[in-house]
């Protein structure tokens, strides 16, 4: 009985995260000019991926990329999303914000699939 309480928790945890990534992305796509992704499956994954991070480390540290050790990463924030290449060329290695000139961008700045 104490395992399902314990995933009953960690569900919720996630849930309460992956709310909060789609709350973000949205707001942060709309505040600079940035789209989804034209492949609805890539803009879910990565803020899944995200939402995990959120969860598990306290904080989103970008999904896209291999670590050796996530905690230190998250400490280090430089992939912490917004990454620091996002922020300061608007290049998003998970090709979760894309420039309007991104052959790959679409129009959208809401997230429509995630529930």
């Not at 000019?33 to 995200?50: A, K, M, R």
Request: hydrophobic letters at 35%; a neutral charge.
């Amino acid at each position: 009985m104490q395992n399902n309480s314990f995933q009953s928790n960690l569900n919720a945890m996630h849930r309460e995260s992956l709310n909060a990534m789609i709350k973000f992305a949205e707001t942060y796509a709309k505040r600079t000019g940035t789209f989804f992704c034209i492949d609805p499956s890539v803009t879910q994954v990565v803020i899944e991926g995200l939402a995990k991070h959120k969860a598990e480390y306290g904080a989103p540290l970008c999904p896209c990329r291999h670590y050796d050790n996530k905690s230190i990463e998250v400490s280090a924030a430089y992939w912490n999303c917004p990454c620091v290449p996002m922020r300061e060329r608007k290049e998003c290695h998970c090709m979760l914000f894309l420039t309007p000139n991104n052959e790959f961008a679409s129009e959208r700045q809401e997230v429509s699939i995630i529930k």
